[in-house]
Each structure stands twice: as C-alpha cells, then as structure tokens.
C-alpha cells in the first residue's frame, strides 16, 4: 500500500504543480472547446491521453524505448501548440466534428510519457513489478487532471453559458494563451 501511495502521490504531483505548467496547458488547450454538457466525452479524451503517457512509461521503464530528454522537452510545448491552434481551426463544435481530439490526447500522450519516463525510470528497483507503480501513478495522474478538466468546464460554464461569451472568443482565448505560453517553452527549450 506505500508504493501505491507513493507512486499516486507522484503522478498527482505530475500534474498539479507549477513544474507541470506544461502538462497543464496541454489539458487547457485541449479541454478549451468543450463545454460543460460534454463533460463525458473530455473525460474519455483525458483517459486516452493518460493510456498514451502510460504506455510510453511503461516501455520506457522496460527499456524498449529511449528518447534525448532534450528533445522530449521541446516536443512538449509543440503538442500545446499544435492542438491550441487545432482549436482555430474547428467550425463545429460538435462531438462527432472533435473525434480527432482522441487521436491527438493519444498521440501526444505519448509524448508527454517520454517526459516523465527517465524520472520513472530511477524511481523503480530493476527486479520491481512495475505493474502497481505504474498504476497507482496514472490514477493520481487521471485524477489530477480530471480536476483540472472539472475547472475548465466550470469556468466555460460561468463565462459562455451564464455570462454569454460567445463561445468561440472563450476557444479562442484560452488556446491563444496556451499558444504564447508554449511559444516561450519552446524557446527556451530549443534542443540545438
């Protein structure tokens, strides 16, 4: 039960904590088109993300894969922006219109996975079971981000249904903070 405990603590961590600002705007940029009625498909969406992240810890930690943390950390920001600007480009905001979003939380998912993977790596003894560290710290990361979903769809709540933003400004405005945000990551973080 301490590993569980450890490890939950840790993907919690991940996720909610000003060293996770990147996987925060990710989560932003990605729940910014979605309102509160669509609270179950950005739940599907964060969990498809998290089976990306948790795949790629998973070979990681069995040392199937390895990437430069150099270039995992500049990839980072570019998967904020590309689906904050994906978010410029929706004219439906149906979900049938957004089922790219579940290819893109996946996809990038695995991404973000590479960047916690060395971290993880370290954590675990080479003779441990990862199957419990591994899950334990995927609930505390679902859960964290889930959290910050609820936020998001509580605030687009306020502002486009109760105060009467129309809708695509409020897209539009959180996906152009998560894009100068990113911008400045990637900066900072150019690999050469």
């Given at each position: 039960?301490?590993?569980?405990?450890?490890?939950?603590?840790?993907?919690?961590?991940?996720?909610?904590?000003w060293g996770a600002l990147?996987?925060?705007?990710?989560?932003?940029?990605?729940?910014?088109?979605?309102?509160?009625?669509?609270?179950?498909?950005?739940?599907?969406?964060?969990?498809?993300?998290?089976?990306?992240?948790?795949?790629?810890?998973?070979?990681?930690?069995?040392?199937?894969?390895?990437?430069?943390?150099?270039?995992?950390?500049?990839?980072?920001?570019?998967?904020?922006?590309?689906?904050?600007?994906?978010?410029?480009?929706?004219?439906?905001?149906?979900?049938?219109?957004?089922?790219?979003?579940?290819?893109?939380?996946?996809?990038?998912?695995?991404?973000h996975g590479m960047g916690?993977?060395?971290?993880?790596?370290?954590?675990?003894?080479?003779?441990?079971?990862?199957?419990?560290?591994?899950?334990?710290?995927?609930?505390?990361?679902?859960?964290?981000?889930?959290?910050?979903?609820?936020?998001?769809?509580?605030?687009?709540?306020?502002?486009?249904?109760?105060?009467?933003l129309i809708r695509k400004?409020?897209?539009?405005?959180?996906?152009?903070?998560?894009?100068?945000?990113?911008?400045?990551?990637?900066?900072?973080?150019?690999?050469?």
């Amino acid at each position: 039960m301490d590993d569980f405990g450890l490890y939950f603590k840790t993907g919690w961590q991940h996720i909610i904590s000003w060293g996770a600002l990147d996987h925060i705007l990710f989560i932003i940029a990605l729940a910014a088109i979605y309102l509160a009625t669509n609270w179950k498909q950005v739940l599907v969406l964060v969990t498809a993300f998290t089976i990306g992240h948790s795949l790629t810890l998973a070979l990681s930690v069995y040392d199937v894969i390895r990437f430069s943390g150099k270039w995992v950390e500049f990839l980072i920001p570019c998967t904020i922006i590309t689906t904050a600007l994906f978010n410029f480009f929706v004219k439906n905001y149906q979900p049938k219109s957004l089922r790219v979003n579940y290819f893109l939380a996946l996809f990038f998912g695995l991404i973000h996975g590479m960047g916690f993977a060395n971290t993880i790596r370290f954590m675990l003894a080479k003779d441990q079971n990862i199957a419990i560290p591994l899950i334990s710290f995927n609930i505390g990361l679902e859960v964290g981000q889930i959290i910050i979903v609820g936020v998001i769809l509580f605030v687009s709540y306020l502002v486009v249904n109760k105060a009467g933003l129309i809708r695509k400004w409020w897209v539009w405005s959180l996906s152009a903070i998560a894009v100068m945000i990113a911008l400045g990551m990637v900066k900072n973080r150019w690999p050469l």
